[in-house]
Every structure is written in C-alpha cells, then in structure tokens.
C-alpha cells in the first residue's frame, strides 16, 4: 500500500513529469467514466500516481475491498444504482480502516454533514478539485496516525498483560512506589503475590502502606529504615533480609526487599522493587550454620579426646613399658657382672640382649614423645623451642625465635592445640616449602596469642590452598575456630608462605584440663 506525502500540492505546470510519485491504490465508486478522469487528473497534479478500481454496484465494491490493498475510498454521492447509504454500509461492514470521501456535485451542505457524522472522512465537490489532494493527504495521515495509536496501544496491552502475567507468576510481590519530597509514600502498584506473602489484598496494602511496617519485627524495624535511608541518600538499590510477623496467628517469615530508586522530574523518587519470601532457605542456612558449629565442636571434641588419650597411651609407654625395661637393663648388667670370663658365649648373648633393651628404651622414648612430648608440661613456650630445635636438627634448616615472654601460661587444650598448629605448620614447610630459613615469633597481648611462621620457599598459590585433600590446612583453621581464634594465610608463588594464627585466652582459665606427667624424655 502506498503512503501519503504530505508536501506542499504542486500545480501541474509546476510538477516535474520526472519527479517520482507516490503511489496511491484508489478505489473509486463512480459510475462516470468522464468523471473518474477528472479525478484522477487532480490526484496526479497533486503529485500521486492513482492505481484506480471503478465500481458501480454493492457486489463490485465488496469484491474489491475483500481484494483489499486499497488506499482511499472516492465515492460520488446516489449513484442511481447505488446509494452512498449503501456504499457507506458495505464500506463499513468491510471492518477496514481506510479513509473514504464523498467527492460530488449532487450533494447539498446539510446532506454532507449527515454523511461525514455517518462515517465519511471528508467532502469534496467536483467543482472545486483543488480541495481534493489536501483532503486526501490529510485523511491518509489521519489513517496513519490512527493506526500508529492502534498498535502502540496494542503493544502497550500486550506487554501490560505479559507483566502481570509474569508478576503473577513470580514468587514474592513487585511493587511500585512514590516517595515525594514530604517523605510521604504511595504504592502505585502491588501484584497480586501480596496476598499469598503478607496475607493481605493488594488493594489494602495500596490504600494504607504502612501496614507492611507494622508486619515487620520491632528488633529488625532499625535495619530497614537504615537500609532505606542509605539507599535514597545514594539513589543505590536497596536490599535489606529480615523478619515479618503475619496473619491472626503472627506466622513469621524472613524477607527478602530488593529494590531500587528512580528520580523523577518533579523531585520524587520512584522505586521498583519486589519482596521475597526467603524463610525456607534462611532456616536451611541458621541449620547450616548450627551444623557447622556442632561440627566443629565435635571435631574439637575429638581432637581433645585424642590428646588426653595420647598423653594416657605417652604415659603407660613411659611408666609401664618404659620401667619394665629399664628393670630389664639392670638386671641384665647385674647378670653381665657376675658371668665368669671361661662363659664366653653365654655372655656373649647377655650383652646382645642388652643391646636390643638399649634400643627398646629409645624406641619407647621416641613413641612416647611423639604421643605428647614431655615439654608441653613445662609450658607452651619451651614446647615451640624444643619443637623448632628438632626441626632444625632433623632438615638443617635455620630457625629463628622470637619469644618475648618466656612465661606464657596456657591451659592444656589451647596448648596442645597451639603446639599441633606449630607443628602441622613445620611440617607442610619440611614437604613442600623448600625453605632455607624460618622466622618463629610467638607473643600473648591483649587477650590474645599469636603464633607468626613465616618461610622463605616457593610460596603457595590459592589453588594450592583450596585443594580438596588439603586436610592439614583445615585441621589448623578447624583447631583454631574451635577456640574462637583464626588462621590466616598470606602467601605469594615464590615469595613464601606466612602462617597467622590468632586465639584469644583467659588467663583464669589456665589451670590444667587433665593431669599432667613432669618427665621430660
């Protein structure tokens, strides 16, 4: 189909035959041959070039117009054979939207006003064709512009429909407010998730909007006027948790409000956001993190466990098995004294004996000290010595010490606790380090002890640190979380690793958990 240029008419005289032309797709109801021409004259003057119909009767115009394709209806008025009553009708019955003028001679001024309140879009007598180009032009952009309307109001039905249909099916509740200058606040909309969420009707939340406040817990009332106030004070989106009391039987829910802010020109403030009900999953967390802490308290557990029953298991090794030998040695040298020289080959096997009892000792001294040494009775402090002495005599590895008090008093658990950090932590630096130094620094301040390691090796990488198998680091972090403190972790590829570990102590809780043996192997 053609559209209509709404440039100035040209004359004939003055239109260019080369200048191109707009199509314009007529169907003319006239039964004049002489009279069509006249027509289509004018409409070429004007600047269209007409792809014209003629019809005379009802069936010839509905054939046409089911054709479809047309532009502008022309009709002459009665024709003998076809009123423009009845020209109107099947125009209208049609259900197109194309323009149609009356262009006639046979026609007085009250009959036309009749035919343009019936429907016609303009009138044009044949004596004065001037009029008719204009005419057209302006019904076509009227057709336009109607159309243009049509679909805008169309599309913006669609899309209103697709929204609410989304917001309808989007669990929580969308809603849109105005927050004016006065700080006063107005819901212009609520979907309809209002009633499944807060157990009231949209409607109800729109006419008084404050019930949603009143529906929040007292103790968490603060964190949204915060959360609200500091997103309006930046124009930055809101996203406040907290807890809602709803309905007769004050059900409580957790919610989720995410939403944000748009200025308008006037100096409101508009916000888009929408409410979500988050109690499912914040239970699951608060169990989650219940899980956890009991986890770590069991593991805690455990690990004490194991300590008492290494220093039990250090002990019966060292006063049990360790007394039988030594009872063992001195009746073998006793036997040793009193074998006469020509008994060489009884004493011969005598002194072998005494060898293997010799050997037993120390094994039996190595077991229990690798259960619990004995230094960890005479302090935290002289245990991390001892422990980094036996570092660097078994690697030759440096080890410098920095203590400024010597007389920290810890009680058993954070001792043992301590130590077995220390000594995980010299133990991944004897594995994967290679390190040829390491700083040791241990203080107590504040409530607080601080173990500091820190080497100069090949450092770890944060793949290096997350690895799933990497127990030795969770057992640290796990010990050390147990007792309210943290390990921390710096390290750069070839820049070494330094390992933090923070715990806070009580000073009154120092004394001993479980006895403590006072031999030192």
């Known amino acids: 189909m053609g559209k209509a240029n709404a440039a100035t008419i040209m004359p004939a005289a003055d239109y260019p035959d080369d200048m191109e032309r707009e199509i314009l797709h007529v169907l003319m109801v006239e039964d004049s041959v002489d009279d069509s021409e006249l027509i289509l004259e004018a409409l070429r003057e004007g600047g269209f070039e007409a792809d014209c119909q003629r019809v005379e009767t009802a069936a010839a115009m509905q054939t046409a117009l089911a054709a479809g394709g047309w532009d502008v209806i022309l009709s002459d008025h009665n024709l003998p054979s076809f009123p423009t009553k009845e020209a109107m009708s099947v125009w209208q019955n049609s259900g197109q939207d194309i323009p149609l003028i009356i262009v006639s001679d046979r026609i007085g001024e009250e009959a036309a006003v009749a035919l343009m309140k019936a429907g016609a879009h303009d009138f044009v007598a044949k004596g004065n064709m001037a009029r008719l180009v204009p005419a057209v032009q302006r019904s076509l952009l009227e057709t336009k512009t109607r159309k243009q309307f049509e679909l805008a109001q169309n599309a913006l039905q669609e899309s209103e429909a697709r929204f609410r249909t989304i917001a309808a099916n989007i669990p929580g509740m969308i809603f849109q407010s105005i927050m004016q200058s006065d700080g006063t606040v107005r819901l212009t909309y609520v979907s309809e998730g209002c009633n499944q969420l807060l157990g ?13 406040l009143d529906m ?25 948790e907290g807890r809602i009391r709803v309905g007769e039987q004050g059900e409580i829910k957790w919610v989720n409000l995410r939403e944000s802010p748009r200025k308008l020109p006037d100096g409101d403030v508009a916000w888009e956001g929408i409410i979500s009900n988050i109690t499912q999953g914040k239970f699951a967390e608060i169990e989650i993190r219940r899980a956890h ?13 194991k300590e008492r029953e290494r220093m039990e298991l250090s002990r019966e090794i060292h006063d049990d098995l360790g007394g039988t030998l030594t009872a063992i040695k001195i009746d073998l040298l006793w036997l040793i004294d009193r074998l006469p020289p020509e008994k060489a080959l009884l004493l011969e096997k005598v002194q072998f004996i005494d060898t293997l009892a010799d050997r037993m000792i120390d094994s039996t001294r190595r077991i229990a000290r690798d259960l619990r040494p004995g230094v960890l009775d005479y302090g935290i402090v002289p245990a991390i010595q001892w422990q980094a002495k036996e570092f660097r005599k078994r690697l030759g590895i440096p080890c410098e010490i920095e203590c400024a008090d010597e007389d920290i008093v810890l009680g058993s658990d954070l001792s043992a606790a301590i130590f077995r950090i220390f000594q995980e932590t010299l133990t991944n630096i004897s594995k994967h380090a290679n390190a040829t130094r390491v700083k040791i620094s241990f203080k107590a301040a504040d409530g607080r002890v601080e173990l500091l390691v820190s080497d100069n090796g090949r450092g770890m990488s944060k793949q ?8 030795g680091i969770r057992g640290m972090r796990e010990r050390s979380r147990y007792l309210g403190g943290d390990v ?7 820049k070494g ?20 043996q006072k031999t030192l192997f």
């Open 497 to 516: 690793v330094t390992v933090i570990v923070s715990i806070p102590y009580d000073l009154s809780q120092a004394s001993q958990v479980f006895p403590e």
């Open 200 to 212: 009231i009707t949209p409607q109800a939340l729109q006419d008084t909007p404050g019930l949603f």
């Open 293 to 305: 802490q009991e986890l770590g308290e069991l593991s805690s557990h455990f690990q004490t466990l």
């Open 216 to 240: 929040v817990i007292a103790e968490d009332k603060s964190s949204l006027s915060q959360a609200v106030e500091t997103a309006t004070e930046k124009l930055a989106t809101c996203n406040w």
């Open 488 to 494: 921390r972790i710096d390290s750069m590829p070839g």
């Open 464 to 471: 290096d640190r997350s690895k799933p198998r990497s127990f």
